[in-house]
T-cell receptor, first 115, second 114 residues
C-alpha cells in the first residue's frame, strides 16, 4: 500500500523569501507523484506532476519539485513567494496502470505569506 | 471550458434530513469520485465510479450513497446526515485513457449538519 506524509501542517514565510514544502511517500512499487494547490474557497488544481524522466519538474506559478527516489521524497520549492501563493498544498501519489485508479493524498501544508 | 460543477456550494442542514449533493462534468470522463476534506486529514475518498452503473467504496463510505446512471453525473446522497458528516466535499474526475491518475476537481460543497 502507498502512503504520503507531509511533514509540516503550516509554513509561514515572508514575501519574496524562498520556500520548501516537504513530502515523503512510501510505496513498494513505482509511483506517479503530484502536487495540488487549493486556493481559499476553491477546489484543488494540479500544480505539477512527476511521471518519469528528469527528476526536476517545473509547474505553474514558478513552483518546481524534485523527485528523489533514494529518499522517497518529492519536495516542492519556490525561490521567491508572493502573497498570491497563500494556499493549501497537497502532495499525492498514484500507482501507474492501476485499475483501482486511486490517488493517495497527504494531509496538506498550509502556506501563509507575510508581507 | 472543461468543468466539474457541484451543487450546492454551501448547505446547513439538521440531523436526519436527507440531502443530495450533485456533481456534473462536461469532459466525458469515465472516472468520477467523491472526497471529503477535514482539517489535518487531507482528502479521503468516499466513493468512486469507473463507469456508468459501476460504483465502489472508497476509504470512508459509511453514511453515504452514490449512483451513476449517466456518465456526466455522480450525485452524493446522505440518507440521514449526522454532525460527523460536517465537512468540505469535493467531486473529482479523471480520464481513464490518460492513466496518470491526474484528477480534475469541482469547487467544493461545504456541508454543516446541526
Amino acid at each position: 500500500a502507498q502512503s504520503v506524509t507531509q511533514l509540516d501542517s503550516q509554513v509561514p514565510v515572508f514575501e519574496e523569501a524562498p520556500v520548501e514544502l516537504r513530502c515523503n511517500y512510501s510505496s513498494s512499487v513505482s509511483v506517479y507523484l503530484f502536487w495540488y494547490v487549493q486556493y481559499p474557497n476553491q477546489g484543488l488544481q494540479l500544480l505539477l506532476k512527476y511521471l518519469s524522466g528528469s527528476t526536476l519538474v517545473k509547474g505553474i506559478n514558478g513552483f518546481e519539485a524534485e523527485f528523489n527516489k533514494s529518499q522517497t521524497s518529492f519536495h516542492l520549492r519556490k525561490p521567491s513567494v508572493h502573497i498570491s501563493d497563500t494556499a493549501e498544498y497537497f502532495c499525492a501519489v498514484s500507482v501507474p496502470y492501476s485499475s483501482a485508479s486511486k490517488i493517495i493524498f497527504g494531509s496538506g501544508t498550509r502556506l501563509s505569506i507575510r508581507p | 471550458e472543461a468543468q466539474v460543477t457541484q451543487n450546492p456550494r454551501y448547505l446547513i442542514t439538521v440531523t436526519g434530513k436527507k440531502l443530495t449533493v450533485t456533481c456534473s462534468q462536461n469532459m466525458n470522463h469515465e472516472y468520477m469520485s467523491w472526497y471529503r476534506q477535514d482539517p489535518g486529514l487531507g482528502l479521503r475518498q468516499i466513493y468512486y465510479s469507473m463507469n456508468v452503473e459501476v460504483t465502489d467504496k472508497g476509504d470512508v463510505p459509511e453514511g453515504y450513497k452514490v449512483s451513476r446512471k449517466e456518465k456526466r453525473n455522480f450525485p452524493l446522497i446522505l440518507e440521514s446526515p449526522s454532525p460527523n458528516q460536517t465537512s468540505l466535499y469535493f467531486c473529482a474526475t479523471r480520464d481513464m485513457m490518460e492513466n496518470t491518475g491526474e484528477l480534475f476537481f469541482g469547487e467544493g460543497s461545504r456541508l454543516t449538519v446541526l
